[in-house]
């Protein structure tokens, strides 16, 4: 699992891949579709989708003469699930810290840290 995560990540830490991965969201798309917005070469876009194959992210299907390219998102679970145990467990020390921060300002010591500051005296009339 954690080569698969290792290969996903790092497939997505390229922009223009992300960019490419947003757009298959929304539809499947050839090589020369997706090249269309970038100022690089059909080569290049190629070999963007070759490091996403190889991630498992896309696959490209036979359609006729085209080549399609699909989004595999059924994968980005896989990406979801080890992201979310780790955001819960960071909830859990927030939520431990929060309470030990109001235990500090609301408990016993924050009374003593009261009780010994000095008190104001207000001028006599």
Request: aromatic share 4%.
């Amino acid at each position: 699992m954690a080569d698969e995560l290792s290969k996903m990540f790092a497939a997505l830490a390229d922009p223009t891949r992300r960019d490419m991965v947003a757009r298959l969201a929304i539809s499947d798309a050839t090589v020369s579709q997706l090249a269309d917005p970038y100022d690089v070469s059909i080569q290049a876009v190629s070999k963007h989708l070759k490091v996403l194959e190889e991630a498992g992210l896309v696959t490209r299907t036979r359609e006729a003469q085209t080549r399609p390219v699909h989004l595999e998102a059924e994968v980005f679970d896989l990406m979801t699930r080890w992201i979310e145990r780790y955001r819960r467990q960071a909830e859990e020390r927030y939520q431990r810290l929060d309470a030990l921060l109001a235990d500090m300002n609301d408990g016993p010591a924050a009374q003593r840290r009261e009780d010994d500051r000095p008190r104001r005296r207000g001028k006599a009339s």
